[in-house]
């Protein structure tokens, strides 16, 4: 029975059975084998996260479109270059498939022959669900479909976890503990995985988005560039961090500032004078459409 709590640690364990935590202490991923088949602008915060997490660097192998590429990526990730993707494959417990969406089903069709027995396979690609890349790669193949943001390579994302039909207790066990670092990490389903898009996979960009249009406008009326920096993001951070601490509901703080007649109060008005409510309700619903669309949902 795969029942991640019940595994006894031996000498000659696995790498999957050494990442299950013991009663008390952390996972050791010392010995996870991990390769990251495109370590792009998701796959390479997803391979700085597993390093956090407890990958060694000579353990975690990088295979990009090209050699000079993985070097490039492998360097800034604290990782190691594969000199092929056979390489990178031959003896890893998990595979990440960091490529884009419309190349993930050749690449795992081309996985066919090379994937090792036993390992586990993770996609990040959206729109694409776990049965179609089930159904590409060899028969009864373990995948979990990770849906993560950027700011899990700083420990502050969100990764929301889909679990294949063939995933042992064990290797579900063991991806966890691999985004152990990463943030918050959730299990939900495919159904769930559109909306989950619009409030984390996409939601970093939109952030960016506004820090960046809030920091113009801090410019524009009359802060030098560094400061309004310094004090959108400081600011944005503090407002997350204290309700995220108080468990406080978010129009209860917003009340908190909005004095009678004060500068809040004015400024709140023009948010919603002037649409930006509905503008970011359609602002994530449009994502959430497309990533619908995406999967033919
Ligand atoms: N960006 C996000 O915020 C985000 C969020 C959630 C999920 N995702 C998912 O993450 C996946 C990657 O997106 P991205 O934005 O990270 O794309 P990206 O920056 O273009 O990265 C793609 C990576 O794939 C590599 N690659 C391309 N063809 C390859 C091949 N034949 N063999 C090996 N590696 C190959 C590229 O290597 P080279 O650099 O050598 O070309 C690059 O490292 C997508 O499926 C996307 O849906 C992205």
Redesign the pocket.
């Known amino acids: 029975m795969d029942d991640a709590t019940t595994t006894t640690p031996t000498a000659d364990r696995t790498a999957v059975e050494a990442a299950v935590p013991a009663a008390t202490g952390a996972p050791d991923l010392s010995a996870a084998r991990v390769a990251v ?8 915060p997803v391979a700085r996260t597993m390093r956090a997490a407890g990958v060694q660097a000579e353990h975690l192998l990088i ?4 050699q000079a ?2 070097e490039r ?1 492998a360097d800034e990730l604290g990782a190691t270059a594969a000199s092929s ?1 056979a390489e990178a494959l031959a003896t890893a417990d998990v595979v990440v ?5 419309y ?2 089903l050749d ?1 795992a069709a081309d996985l066919r022959e090379e994937l090792p027995a036993g390992a586990v396979v993770i ?6 669900r776990l049965a179609q890349i089930e159904q590409a790669l060899p028969e009864a193949a373990a995948v979990v479909r990770a ?4 700011p899990i390579s700083v420990g502050e994302g969100a990764v929301g976890l889909m679990r294949g039909s063939a995933v042992t207790d064990a290797q579900h066990q063991l991806v966890h503990s691999l985004f152990a670092r990463a943030g918050v990490v959730v299990d939900i389903t495919e159904e769930q995985v559109h909306a989950f ?1 619009a409030a984390a ?2 939601l ?2 939109f952030g960016f988005a506004i820090i960046e249009a809030m920091t113009e406008e801090a410019v524009r009326q009359g802060l030098t560039r560094d400061l309004a920096d310094a004090l959108v993001q400081q600011t944005l951070r503090g407002a997350a961090t204290m309700l995220l601490e108080s468990g406080m509901h978010p129009a209860v703080a917003k009340a908190g500032v909005c004095s009678p007649g004060g500068t809040t109060a004015e400024g709140y008005a023009a948010f919603e004078r002037e649409g930006v409510r509905a503008g970011l309700a359609a602002t994530m619903a449009a994502a959430a459409d497309k990533s619908r669309q995406m999967a033919g949902d």
């Open positions: 088949i495109g370590a792009g602008n998701m796959g390479g295979a990009n479109s090209s590429s993985s990526a993707r498939l960091g490529v884009k969406p190349q993930i690449l996609s990040l690609a959206a729109g694409i849906m993560p943001n950027t898009i996979g996409s970093a960009g």
